[in-house]
């Protein structure tokens, strides 16, 4: 019981933390609280928080995917070409095509050949960025057409269409991850693989499944990312990776693997959202962001070891109570 | 799996590469009349060196079982803070000097948040790449810090006994380092907390101490390297050390210093950044662009580590036989 308070407590902190930068940066800049700003922090929030489901559901399987920023480069690249040429349907399914190929490399290179994620998906991340820059030659594309645009920029009953896209993407994994035996294998294998596969689930086949979706997310990201940008180069998303890892860490998905989840993930993505946008509105320099995403990174893993040393010294003392009784 | 330390074990994985870096030489050579000249193998050479020692900062760390992630920052970093120190008139000494200093703060940094917080050392030097990447754009404004007098040059650009003093900071490094790493307790410790953090520390090494002196170390390592490259290219780059870090990985890995550490060593290291300098090299020399040439050279580094890592699978099934 002790432990669960102290959980419930640091779960709550995040909404804390939440409501200080919200009512924060109300006070320091007027043009904070506005309906735009706030409709634009919520489709700012929309790219991230879906890039962090996927980082959010590799760090759950006790892994990491750094490559996902350069991998939504490549396929939004590549897809921007056949877009340009007036084939949507044809340029979105290559984006998501590319996405998962690489997301599947990623998972056969950790679990068939033994990589450890971090290297096979830095490795991914350098290749997928040489690719994009090969591919586009330095050169932008830019101007699609409207009925794509619509995808990234467009509004419907006032509310932009990525809102409603991050709605739909997050009930559909918040269902997958909690409601179904594949999302209980997500967290198992998390948690401890080889009793996971001991006990007859396939863990190499969840976690190729788990990349190939974070490839599958990076692409959709990418796609949505340039309708939104109206343009496409090879140097887009190299600040989603940090930010997404940020996201998962500061909404309590811890590194260790195994718990956590979308849901949480979801407030740590607008907080992420809501500390860059309030920066670039009081003129901090975009230079500092990288810093402050990194610190944020950190501050969580010492709200992280608090909170397990907490729980460890309550549990402690109350079996020790108990073996007195 | 207690790794035993013997300079035996430590040197077994050496002769395979050193065959590897002939291949690479012979190759080029019939391939590309530029190659086999004396020029270019000192071209290389100079090329090589700033990799060399950002390699070792990365090995030692490598050899402990874990990584620094924030060696291509901290050079990005100490290049651009030695730049400004020079261009405010500070003697250049000094602000090499302390420029070294920043690395070891850096290194101080991470270390302190791996050993003593026992925070998981990918998450934390991958969060202080991208703090130190972010302080070094902000301290110049996102510019570069242009050219420097000849006194600094001396570092990068300069020559003595005829050899470029670049060739010579790395040799001294190298011989420095294999002499900590093979024949003092510091050294040794290193090997056996790779070997086996848990069982190092049941046999009264102080391991915490071990690790933070290890990233301490990597962090001058990679100050020496950024200020060296920063004086080489006469110009200090806020993003000039980014990438190093992937380079230095690679060249560990070729070197045969495995990442659960413990095994391997500077030596294997020094052929691994030389196989990847003379790579580099040779893809100019067959005139591909620049964003080919890193994608080629992203694609070799993969496959290297791949096998490498097959290569210790197959090692650990047949020991298991």
């Given amino acids: ?325 | 799996m207690v790794n035993l330390i013997n300079s035996k074990n430590k040197f077994k994985k050496v002769p395979g590469i050193l065959f590897g870096l002939l291949a690479v030489v012979c190759i080029f050579s019939i391939t590309t009349p530029y190659f086999f000249t004396l020029n270019n193998f000192i071209n290389i050479l100079e090329q090589a060196s700033i990799l060399v020692i950002a390699s070792f900062a990365m090995t030692l760390t490598i050899l402990l079982g874990k990584i620094d992630m924030s060696i291509g920052s901290i050079m990005s970093l100490t290049g651009v803070v030695t730049g400004l120190m020079i261009h405010n008139g500070m003697p250049v000494w000094i602000s090499v000097f302390l420029g070294v200093v920043a690395g070891a703060l850096l290194g101080m940094f991470n270390g302190y948040l791996i050993s003593y917080q026992g925070f998981d050392f990918w998450i934390v030097t991958f969060s202080s790449m991208g703090i130190i990447q972010s302080l070094a754009l902000v301290i110049t404004n996102g510019a570069t810090v242009p050219g420097f007098g000849n006194d600094f040059r001396f570092l990068g650009d300069g020559s003595l006994f005829g050899l470029p003093v670049i060739v010579l900071i790395a040799s001294g490094i190298t011989i420095l380092l294999v002499f900590l790493t093979l024949r003092t307790t510091f050294g040794s410790n290193v090997y056996s907390v790779g070997g086996s953090e848990q069982i190092s520390k049941y046999a009264g090494i102080n391991t915490e101490a071990i690790v933070f002196k290890t990233y301490i170390l990597s962090g001058i390592l990679a100050g020496i390297a950024g200020i060296v490259l920063a004086s080489k290219v006469n110009s200090a780059s806020p993003i000039a050390g980014s990438g190093y870090e992937f380079d230095a990985i690679a060249a560990t890995l070729i070197g045969g210093t495995p990442f659960e550490g413990g095994r391997g060593g500077i030596v294997g290291t020094l052929i691994g950044a030389l196989i990847i300098a003379i790579l580099m090299n040779g893809l100019n020399l067959y005139g591909f662009t620049p964003p080919i040439q890193f994608t080629l050279i992203g694609f070799i580094i993969v496959l290297i580590i791949i096998i490498d890592v097959l290569n210790e699978k197959y090692k650990a099934k047949k020991w298991g036989k």
């Avoid at chain 1, 340029?91 to 990589?115: D, P, Q, V």
């Avoid at chain 1, 409603?164 to 909690?178: D, H, S």
């Avoid at chain 1, 990349?211 to 997310?217: A, E, K, T």
């Avoid at chain 1, 901090?284 to 010492?302: E, H, K, R, T």
């Fill in chain 1, 1 to 325: 019981m002790a432990s669960n308070n102290i959980k419930l407590l640091i779960k709550y902190a995040r909404f804390f933390i939440l409501i200080l930068l919200f009512s924060g940066f109300s006070l320091l800049s007027p043009h904070f609280l506005t309906f735009q700003n706030q409709m634009n922090i919520l489709a700012q929030a929309a790219l991230l928080s879906m890039v962090s489901y996927g980082m959010t559901l590799a760090i759950v399987t006790g892994g990491i995917d750094l490559s996902m920023g350069s991998v939504l480069a490549l396929s939004s690249c590549i897809a921007a070409s056949f877009l340009k040429s007036g084939n949507i349907i044809g340029g979105i399914l290559i984006g998501l095509i590319i996405g998962f190929l690489c997301g599947s490399i990623n998972g056969l290179s950790i679990t068939k050949i033994g990589l450890s994620p971090f290297i096979a998906t830095y490795g991914m991340d350098w290749v997928a960025r040489g690719l994009a820059y090969v591919y586009m030659g330095g050169t932008q594309i830019y101007g699609f057409s409207a009925v794509f645009r619509f995808l990234g920029s467009g509004q419907f009953l006032g509310v932009p269409a990525l809102i409603y896209e991050m709605a739909i993407m997050t009930i559909v994994l918040v269902f997958v991850t909690y409601k179904t035996i594949y999302g209980r294998n997500i967290y198992a294998t998390g948690s401890n693989k080889t009793a996971t596969r001991l006990s007859g689930v396939n863990t190499d086949k969840i976690i190729i499944s788990i990349y190939s979706i974070n490839g599958l997310l990076s692409a959709i990201v990418g796609l949505l990312y340039i309708s939104r940008l109206n343009a496409a180069e090879a140097v887009i998303g190299t600040d989603f990776t940090l930010n997404s890892i940020a996201a998962t860490l500061i909404g309590g998905t811890p590194f260790s693997g195994g718990e956590g989840g979308v849901a949480q993930t979801f407030i740590g993505a607008v907080i992420m959202t809501l500390l860059t946008n309030g920066m670039n509105i009081l003129g901090i320099s975009s230079y500092w962001q990288n810093a402050v995403v990194g610190f944020v990174i950190l501050f969580s893993l010492f709200i992280e070891k608090t909170g397990k040393v907490l729980s460890e010294k309550r549990f402690e003392s109350v079996s020790k109570t108990s073996i007195n009784a």
